[in-house]
């Protein structure tokens, strides 16, 4: 997608993906990663998902990456704080309390400062772009992140019964991206079309939203 795509969107509050409520997969699943806190956690493509405010409460320091500074700022408001701003290249770094939150471009973030990461919390990163620029995610995740575990969040239905975002992957297609470099173990997986009234009134009839454990295969 064009960076101005999710820029207009934030702009205009069409954000039907945000969640108001933390994702259940991390209540049932985080235990299992074995990143105990403080451990640093990367959230790429963040936007201004709760789920970070429920790794921070947890005990984890939370680095985010995210194009929008609109979605940046309402998440520093829903935490009720006010960030120090540092600009760096083409970002602007907003950092308060445990959290540090890169405004601009994922594909420009400097590798060095992902060395410290301990886990990946990845919700809707990969539906929301379009195929060939999956692939450029997937590259950019397994040769720039540190051999950390992750969980992804993410969903699949018939492609042809909507133009995405969010795209369809079906776990073949996750696999294909992910599974040259990490073993993938499914988490859990459901049908959630009945709380997604939005894609189902664009079409949908089925939406299945899987969550995997990605590690490392040695
Ligand atoms: C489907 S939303 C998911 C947001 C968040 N993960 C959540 O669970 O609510 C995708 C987000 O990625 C952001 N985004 C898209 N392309 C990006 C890029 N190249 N770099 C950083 N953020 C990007 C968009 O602005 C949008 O907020």
């Excluded at 309402?74 to 960030?83: E, G, I, K, R, V």
């Excluded at 997937?138 to 992750?150: C, F, H, I, N």
């Amino acid at each position: 997608m064009e960076t101005s795509f999710w820029l207009e969107r934030w702009q205009n509050s069409n954000i039907g993906f945000h969640r108001e409520a933390y994702h259940p997969a991390l209540q049932a699943q985080w235990s299992n990663l074995g990143a105990e806190p403080p451990a640093c956690v990367f959230v790429p493509l963040c936007g201004k998902s709760l789920d970070m405010e429920w790794l921070a409460k947890r005990g984890h320091k939370v680095i985010g990456v995210e194009l929008s500074e609109v979605a940046v700022d309402a998440f520093m408001d829903s935490q009720n704080l006010t960030p120090a701003e540092e600009a760096h290249g083409e970002f602007i770094i907003k950092s308060a309390g445990p959290y540090e939150i890169w405004c601009g471009d994922l594909f420009a973030l400097p590798e060095e400062r992902l060395a410290s990461v301990s886990a990946i919390y990845d919700r809707a990163s990969l539906v929301a772009l379009p195929p060939p620029m999956q692939t450029q995610y997937a590259k950019w995740l397994k040769q720039k992140l540190p051999d950390v575990p992750a969980v992804i969040v993410s969903l699949g239905y018939d492609q042809t019964e909507m133009k995405g975002p969010p795209f369809s992957l079906p776990e073949a297609r996750v696999r294909e991206l992910l599974g040259d470099h990490y073993a993938l173990q499914i988490l859990s997986s459901n049908e959630v079309i009945e709380e997604n009234t939005a894609l189902k009134k664009r079409g949908l009839t089925k939406l299945r939203e899987t969550v995997y454990l990605a590690r490392r295969a040695s």
